[in-house]
């Protein structure tokens, strides 16, 4: 004697199929729900076993009641399926300095709207699947703020809360530069064709950027209301040459921009300053000799530029224009090989007594192992101050633009990459990019974005 195994599928969905088998041999496909019968019978009191061989997709499917021994036909196994639910994870993060009643709307993904109106964590509403991305956004700035986004997209293997939103006030009166990013070119003719045509829009020529070994773009920025005119001569190989040059230049109501390979490059004075005089000083090897020496330039109007090899020598370059200015520089410990945080705790101090960050520069007659020194320079003809802030670098110069010109937004200017070494000049450094806010500051040099020498 032989009894039927029998049963009833439910909730496959449709355009799936399962595949069930009993005792792991005789075995149905289904592409159906309800009832469904095994073609093998199994002998009086011989066990039985349905099991699930192959799952639909996107479904799971359980057995219930599939197993025993036949005393008889066997008509109750059930064979459920149901959709799977994916794995999902939140995203969250938090957020520092939004003022008391203002309110900031977020998004995740381009959607899931999150209004956020405390300082604290914050989540969004709707979970991601794991393993999916996500991409958090600034929707709806609050009134009088701007905040800013970091290590806000990404991979979600897991749940997500290292999302930081910073935001700051805005403050009335303060240039607010604009950044953008252009094709790379260094060659005369090119850099002054494209520049030239930025300039026509207002944007001027800061420094070709390198975000990574193969992201090269040249950087603009647009601060005042004007537009720009630049020239690059042939470059010269002697100090009397470059410094006759230099003026000549400065005459014409051209200032320096900066080097290339085989060019000088000047912009026409646009803040009303010209003439520019310069003058080429040997470069000190003591820190004690530099401050004499850019003390005394700057109790008549030059400011240090910076240093630049020429005919066998090195030379510090000043440039004086016709403001009132009048500069005073003060040295502090080099931090190249300290923390981010330690260099900003020594330039907000600096910054609240009216000092701007110039650089850091080697004094190889030093005594002992002390020759690295962070120049600031203060204007004396105004009570500017200076804000500091070194931000992660950015993996590429989209990221870089959109970081330029959320701090432009308050006020900040983009001083350019700078990598920290705790650990040693021997270990992996720490890339930083630099932004100072000027504070009550207006006109000349150190109120602006500067390109590099």
Excluded at 15 to 35: E, K
Excluded at 75 to 102: D, F, M, W, Y
Excluded at 167 to 177: E, I, Q, S, T, W
Aim: proline share 4%.
């Amino acid at each position: 004697m032989t009894y039927t195994i029998e049963g009833q599928l439910s909730g496959l969905a449709t355009g799936q199929s399962v595949s069930i088998s009993n005792n792991g041999t005789d075995t149905l496909t289904l592409g159906s729900n309800g009832a469904f019968n095994f073609p093998r019978a199994v002998p009086a009191n011989a066990a039985y076993a349905v099991t699930v061989r192959a799952q639909p997709a996107g479904q799971r499917c359980n057995v219930s009641q599939g197993s025993g021994n036949a005393s008889g036909n066997v008509a109750n196994v059930e064979v459920r399926c149901e959709a799977l639910v994916p794995n999902t994870v939140t995203i969250g993060g938090n957020v520092s300095g939004l003022g008391a009643g203002k309110v900031v709307v977020l998004q995740n993904n381009g959607a899931d709207d999150l209004t956020v109106s405390a300082n604290g964590g914050f989540t969004f509403s709707t979970n991601v699947a794991a393993n999916a991305a996500y991409a958090v956004s600034v929707l709806t700035q609050p009134a009088g703020q701007n905040c800013v986004l970091t290590q806000a997209s990404g991979t979600a293997s897991a749940s997500v809360s290292s999302v930081e939103l910073t935001c700051r006030n805005l403050v009335a009166g303060v240039v607010r530069p604009v950044y953008l990013s252009d094709t790379y070119r260094e060659d005369r003719a090119g850099l002054l064709a494209q520049a030239n045509a930025q300039g026509a829009n207002g944007y001027a020529y800061l420094t070709g950027f390198a975000s990574s070994a193969n992201d090269f773009v040249n950087l603009y920025v647009r601060d005042l209301p004007t537009t720009y005119t630049w020239e690059a001569l042939d470059p010269q190989n002697t100090v009397a040459g470059l410094q006759a040059q230099l003026n000549t230049q400065g005459t014409r109501g051209f200032a320096h921009s900066t080097f290339l390979v085989d060019s000088v490059v000047y912009v026409r004075d646009v803040a009303g300053f010209a003439p520019f005089s310069y003058e080429l000083l040997p470069s000190q090897t003591t820190s004690a000799g530099f401050l004499t020496q850019a003390n005394g330039q700057g109790d008549r109007g030059f400011f240090f530029l910076g240093e630049f090899a020429i005919g066998g020598s090195t030379v510090a370059i000043y440039s004086k224009d016709s403001s009132s200015a009048r500069y005073t520089y003060e040295l502090q410990t080099g931090t190249s090989a300290a923390t981010p945080d330690a260099f900003l705790t020594q330039a907000n101090a600096q910054g609240q007594q009216g000092y701007r960050f110039i650089g850091e520069y080697s004094f190889s007659g030093n005594a002992g192992n002390d020759a690295f020194r962070n120049v600031y320079v203060r204007d004396t003809a105004q009570s500017a101050t200076f804000e500091y802030q070194a931000l992660p670098a950015t993996a590429s110069a989209t990221a870089l633009v959109t970081q330029a010109n959320a701090e432009g937004e308050l006020g900040s200017v983009f001083y350019g990459p700078v990598t920290f070494f705790p650990g040693g000049f021997s270990q992996p450094g720490v890339a930083r990019h630099l932004y100072i806010r000027p504070v009550n500051c207006s006109g000349t040099l150190i109120c602006r974005p500067v390109s590099p020498l």
